[in-house]
């Protein structure tokens, strides 16, 4: 569940913007990891991965702003749920972000998610169902 969205752009001291992403503090409500989850097939042995815990808040960090002319996908909105792949924090202050710029954000449709981005050039299936991540 999206609980707060916050816009930054980051410009470099010549006025250059060098990246515009959106950083929302997201309730974690469940954790869906299929067995394969950190499985390659050069490493079929899966390996220990990061995973936050349900009831946990989390920064989750997508590419767009709400100014952009043109998002590469849809912003998560306030009060919304949805299902979103992502990747471990790394070095931007403990935040998730979305796996393939904004290809691994998914909307609650009846029985399935669907992908929101329409054209993101990312492998992801365009819908996917809670079997598929078991």
């Given at each position: 569940?999206?609980?707060?969205?916050?816009?930054?752009?980051?410009?470099?001291?010549?006025?250059?913007?060098t990246s515009q992403t959106t950083t929302s503090d997201v309730t974690v409500?469940?954790?869906?990891?299929?067995?394969?989850?950190?499985t390659t097939i050069e490493a079929p042995e899966a390996v220990a991965i990061a995973q936050p815990e349900p009831g946990e808040l989390i920064q989750?960090?997508?590419?767009?702003?709400?100014?952009?002319a043109e998002a590469p996908a849809p912003l998560l909105a306030s009060g919304?749920?949805?299902l979103v792949f992502l990747s471990a924090p790394s070095d931007r202050h403990g935040a998730w972000w979305v796996t393939g710029a904004n290809a691994g954000i998914f909307r609650p449709d009846g029985d399935?998610?669907?992908q929101v981005a329409e054209d993101t050039g990312d492998s992801f299936r365009a819908t996917?169902?809670?079997?598929?991540?078991r």
């Open positions: 569940m999206v609980d707060r969205r916050n816009d930054e752009v980051v410009t470099e001291p010549d006025g250059t913007e409500l469940e954790v869906l990891a299929p067995a394969s989850l950190g989750v960090v997508q590419m767009g702003w709400i100014e952009m919304e749920t949805y399935v998610f669907v996917i169902t809670r079997e598929d991540l």
